[in-house]
């Protein structure tokens, strides 16, 4: 009989959303009536010059991907304002990242810190590597980091440290000096997820010239949007990427995503528009939910929102499942670790989109 590793055994498969496809089967719906606010998407689609870029690339398709990627690492060191040698791309989005982060520090029962609720894949990927995941607090009540519960929360054995800003699913921002205190507290790697921060308009890039143990992630799935293309990308000490790039896999970036990826950092233009556009989505969203009197509603600086909704009388799994009858796609919360089963989080949509949403909700909630 295959023997699989014990830890293998312990594992539950990750469970992806469902697909418009089958939500469009199950409830007899037209695919193209039903509107997606479940997974932060950029709601403008992608740059066309990426699209232009992707179709130059098809005909090559039977070539393996450029294994040297330093125009890419020059295009993006130019927008986040580092050098070339402090950046690694991952093909499978910053959930690559993730995984080379695992690969490059990880042994057997080390320890990694994350302030719940915050995004599930750190966990997920990690138990992979047999890492120990330590769960410290954000704060949902304030919608902030408990900076208390991670120092407490760090020893000898941890090594990453993980603070998403803004965080994934409250939408809070950390703030600087937390950081700053975070990483002068410890020599484990600390990692900033900064997947949202073109919507928050802060960045940390200027903590890693003086602390070689901050590391920023980030990916093309967002403001750039490209979710279906899978591009991740890191900054870092110059030491810290090279020994990432020892066990990072060589061919991981497909050439559409790569072609993708530099005609979409060249459209500067495009990039800026989507960012507005999803921040005025985002601030529209938010103040037509506040006059909903059972929601309570949290300020967001990335391009979902978080709502509380047990004044509805209804669990986020009933609530979600009455949108989706109706062909509107949402995020049930309730298998994020801190928070209980009357969450939903809902990603910014078209204006056109944020209407038929809120006129449902409405419907629902009456």
Not at 91 to 104: N, P, Q, S, W
Not at 130 to 142: K, L, N, S
Not at 194 to 203: D, K, M, N
Not at 348 to 355: K, P, R, S, Y
Request: hydrophobic share 40%; aromatic share 10%; glycine share 6%.
């Amino acid at each position: 009989m295959v023997r699989f590793r014990p830890l293998i055994h312990k594992m539950e498969p990750y469970v992806p959303g469902r697909s418009i496809k089958e939500i469009a089967e199950n409830y007899g719906l037209k695919e193209s009536d039903i509107i997606k606010l479940g997974s932060n998407e950029n709601p403008l689609g992608p740059s066309p010059a990426a699209v232009k870029a992707m179709a130059g690339e098809l005909e090559s398709a039977h070539r393996y991907p450029e294994s040297n990627l330093e125009d890419l690492y020059e295009a993006i060191a130019d927008y986040a304002g580092v050098d070339g040698d402090q950046v690694i791309v991952g093909g499978d989005g910053a959930d690559e990242i993730i995984d080379v982060l695992g690969k490059t520090f990880i042994d057997p029962g080390d320890a990694f810190v994350v302030p719940m609720p915050s995004y599930m894949y750190y966990e997920y990927t990690l138990q992979a590597h047999d890492a120990r995941p330590v769960h410290a607090r954000w704060d949902v009540e304030e919608n902030r980091l408990d900076l208390e519960s991670v120092l407490d929360s760090i020893d000898d054995s941890t090594r990453l440290v993980f603070l998403c800003t803004p965080n994934n699913p409250t939408g809070g921002l950390i703030d600087k000096k937390d950081i700053k205190a975070v990483a002068e507290s410890t020599d484990a790697l600390v990692v900033v997820d900064e997947a949202y921060f073109e919507f928050a308009g802060v960045s940390n890039v200027d903590l890693l010239s003086d602390h070689e143990n901050i590391f920023i992630m980030r990916t093309f799935s967002k403001v750039m949007g490209l979710a279906g293309m899978r591009i991740g990308y890191g900054l870092g000490s110059p030491r810290v990427i090279d020994y990432m790039h020892r066990v990072k896999p060589v061919f991981s970036l497909t050439r559409l995503s790569h072609a993708a990826a530099l005609a979409t950092l060249k459209d500067r233009d495009y990039i800026e528009k989507s960012a507005e556009y999803s921040i005025k989505s985002r601030e529209y969203l938010y103040e037509k939910l506040k006059k909903f009197e059972s929601l309570r509603v949290f300020e967001s600086y990335a391009n979902y929102i978080l709502l509380d909704v047990r004044g509805t009388g209804k669990t986020a799994a009933e609530l979600s499942e009455e949108l989706l009858r109706r062909g509107i796609i949402v995020r049930d919360c309730t298998s994020f670790s801190g928070l209980d089963e009357y969450w939903i989080r809902v990603s910014v949509g078209t204006l056109e989109e944020d209407n038929r949403f809120l006129e449902v909700l409405a419907e629902i909630i009456s």
